[in-house]
């Protein structure tokens, strides 16, 4: 270790690297990516004799998102007092309020019925199941019961500083080791049709991250969701969970999350929405009753006559004359509505 008045970002980083052996190789990677491409003017400058640190990291802030500056000075922070050394305090960039980097339940559905017979199927369906990308690539058709419907989670697969794909008999945390229903039955079905002739060790998802990632948001694209790869699919899981009704708590365990700050983001956006959907509701509900058809009244003499509809097409056991398409439709809706409320 050089003396700490010659001391730099670059030392503090690799010295870090060298006292903690159990890092990931995913997470060595990404500390040797921000040594080579961030802070490049201070980097290999001894931390004692940088005076601007606000104008390199405003240097830096015009390349790269408000998140990845914070994850960045963060990390300096974190492996220079590992040095005994410490940055000054700066003026960070805001991060922008989250976007909307999920599918909604009716989303979740279309995307389940378009996606039929696309290549990557199941690793974009097994992301819906909560799986992170680092699971999937390491998930092999024998962590997976299809006669009790169920993944077990338990391996991840993260590539090192040379992109190979290393493969690790532990998971991100220790909440991510789980098991994970498998409640999409398309899911089942497809699983179903390659298993029998894989054999247990074989990977279900033989592929690269990167080809996942491009080709998931390759589809996303092409049929109008967001973008966002497996790591959008993964918090749709959540968006799921919060329209049936699933608490925050048993969310977390489902889908391996140890920080329940990603789903309680996912449910306060999503009850925003229904705040929003709410009010509208209360303002409708007092506003003049109109109808595309007319007034409230025109609306009453139509229900009549579908109530008289439906009395004699039950009476008559359906020998009434044919009726318009529509007028079923519309006689359907009126008996579905009656029955449900008389009960």
Same mark, same amino acid.
């Not at 973008?227 to 391996?256: D, E, I, M, Q, W």
């Not at 506003?287 to 009244?297: D, F, L």
């Given at each position: ?169 532990? %998971?991100?945390?220790?909440?991510? +080791? ?5 409640? /999409?039955?398309?899911?089942?079905? !497809? &699983?179903?049709? #390659? ?66 700050? %990603?789903?309680?983001?996912?449910? +306060? ?5 229904? /705040?929003?959907?709410?009010?509208? !509701? &209360?303002?409708? #509900? ?58």
């Amino acid at each position: 270790m050089k003396q700490p008045s010659r001391i730099t970002l670059a030392d503090c980083i690799d010295q870090y690297i060298a006292d903690h052996p159990d890092l990931s190789p995913s997470t060595i990677r990404g500390y040797k990516s921000i040594k080579r491409n961030r802070f490049k003017s201070v980097m290999h400058e001894p931390i004692k004799a940088v005076k601007d640190w606000q104008s390199a990291y405003n240097a830096d802030s015009v390349h790269f998102s408000p998140k990845t500056m914070k994850n960045t000075w963060s990390l300096l922070n974190t492996v220079t007092e590992h040095c005994g050394a410490k940055l000054p305090k700066i003026i960070e960039v805001k991060q922008k309020r989250h976007e909307k980097d999920f599918l909604s339940h009716d989303e979740i559905l279309r995307f389940v019925e378009e996606s039929a017979g696309h290549k990557y199927r199941i690793p974009m369906l097994l992301g819906l199941h909560s799986l992170r990308q680092s699971e999937i690539l390491a998930l092999t058709f024998g962590d997976v019961d299809l006669d009790a419907d169920t993944i077990h989670v338990h391996r991840a697969a993260v590539p090192d500083e040379s992109h190979r794909l290393v493969f690790k008999e532990t %998971t991100k945390t220790d909440a991510s +080791t789980r098991t994970v229903p498998i409640f /999409i039955p398309a899911l089942h079905d !497809e &699983l179903k049709r #390659f298993k029998p002739y894989r054999d247990a060790s074989d990977r279900i998802a033989p592929y690269w991250g990167s080809t996942l990632y491009k080709q998931t948001n390759r589809f996303l694209t092409e049929h109008g969701f967001p973008k966002g790869g497996l790591h959008l699919l993964r918090h749709s899981f959540a968006s799921l969970c919060y329209y049936l009704n699933v608490p925050v708590l048993v969310t977390c365990t489902l889908g391996g999350w140890s920080d329940y700050n %990603t789903v309680y983001r996912i449910y +306060t956006h999503l009850e925003r929405a229904k /705040i929003a959907q709410s009010e509208s !509701e &209360l303002t409708a #509900f007092f506003a003049p009753k109109q109808t595309e058809n007319g007034s409230k009244s025109e609306k009453i003499e139509s229900e009549k006559s579908l109530k008289i509809n439906a009395k004699q097409a039950l009476s008559d056991g359906g020998s009434t004359p044919p009726i318009s398409t529509k007028k079923a439709l519309e006689l359907l809706d009126f008996l579905r509505d009656y029955i449900e409320y008389s009960h």
